[in-house]
């Protein structure tokens, strides 16, 4: 009987799948690749040199009895004399608590809100009700505080639009913009009024990512709305707030300036003193000079990134990427 015999060739003959060696490229063969986008980057790159690196250079003078009218070099060094003069200031105290308290606010709730109005305008069908509420909500992130704390006190003020109203039903006068006691509120509402509709457009842009069929199965299987929201759309906005929320961790020292010092005369100094305002009336309005001023920038740099740096690491061990990865 004859015996069927393999078509199959040899093993011998078998091709090899060898893995396949890129070379290295060297600098100059990437530059002739890579040239315009390093072109479209230079722009960038510029102005992170002038406006960023370069006045990050001159925090030294934070360790120098540093004067604008001698020489650079002529300055001498001090060491850490100006940090102990920060700290031991009376002042500096309740100016950092103050920034912590606001900064703490903030943090806790602008952040909700700004995804609570994010969820309740991506659940409304009509297009021309969600672009008219959405130009309304995030148009006064554009003004000005100027504009922002005059608003305030034309609807807030002594004579305001609500104190008008009460008094002409009867009540006494209310004033919430120079009131000490009531300014914490005050401040929430400003930046509630002006940021929160940033930070929609912000948390919008995310829930635009997330695959609607995920929904359509979702709601296939039974699930109501909010188990939709729990399950599915606060998932997929998870990175993006996990990254803002790392990024305002970061600046949680620097509330801003404006917005403080422009009521810093109707409600006092004790309430509304805050590391920016302090710096400004201590450094440059004050006599302690330029050198205290850098310390306490430095001061607030240091434990922003300090903050930064905790703050991706627990979002890697979370398992998210954060700002950015170890390679």
């Known amino acids: 009987m004859a015996t069927l015999q393999s078509t199959a060739p040899p093993d011998t003959e078998r091709p090899v799948n060898r893995p396949v060696v890129r070379r290295k490229r060297t600098v100059l063969q990437r530059l002739r690749h890579d040239w315009p986008l390093l072109l479209l980057a230079l722009p960038v790159v510029a102005h992170l040199a002038v406006f960023h690196y370069w006045p990050t250079a001159w925090n030294i003078i934070a ?30 105290m309740p100016a950092l608590v103050n920034t912590l308290k606001f900064a703490a606010l903030n943090l806790l709730c602008m952040f909700p809100l700004s995804v609570a109005l994010a969820l309740a305008m991506n659940s409304i069908i009509s297009l021309k009700v969600r672009s008219t509420f959405q130009s309304i909500v995030y148009l006064p992130h554009f003004f000005s505080w100027v504009l922002v704390v005059t608003v305030f006190v034309q609807v807030l003020g002594a004579d305001g ?15 919430f913009t120079s009131n000490p006691d009531t300014f914490t509120f005050l401040v929430w ?3 509630a009024w002006k940021d929160a509709g940033w930070g929609m457009i912000i948390f919008l842009a995310a829930l635009a990512s997330i695959n609607p069929s995920l929904y359509e199965a979702a709601a296939s299987d039974g699930a109501n709305r909010w188990r939709r ?6 998932p997929g906005i998870r990175p993006v ?11 949680i020292l620097s509330v801003g300036f404006e917005q403080y010092q422009l009521q810093r005369q109707a409600v006092g100094y004790q309430a509304t003193e805050v590391l920016d305002t302090y710096v400004y009336y201590q450094s440059i309005v004050g006599s302690q000079g330029e050198s205290f001023g850098t310390a306490a920038g430095l001061f607030k740099g240091v434990i922003g990134l300090i903050l930064i740096l905790v703050a991706n690491n627990i979002a890697h061990r979370l398992g998210e990427q954060g700002i950015y990865q170890k390679s």
């Not at 639009?161 to 004033?175: A, K, P, Q």
């Not at 929201?229 to 606060?234: C, Q, R």
């Open 63 to 92: 360790f120098m009895d540093y004067s604008p009218y001698r020489p650079f070099w002529d300055n001498p060094f001090v060491g850490f004399a100006w940090f102990e003069r920060l700290f031991n200031d009376p002042y500096f």
């Open 161 to 175: 639009l609500v104190s008008n109203w009460i008094m002409d039903g009867g009540g006494e006068r209310l004033d």
């Open 189 to 191: 509402m400003q930046w």
């Open 229 to 234: 929201m729990w399950h599915i759309t606060l």
């Open 241 to 251: 707030i996990i990254l803002l929320l790392i990024l305002q961790i970061g600046g």
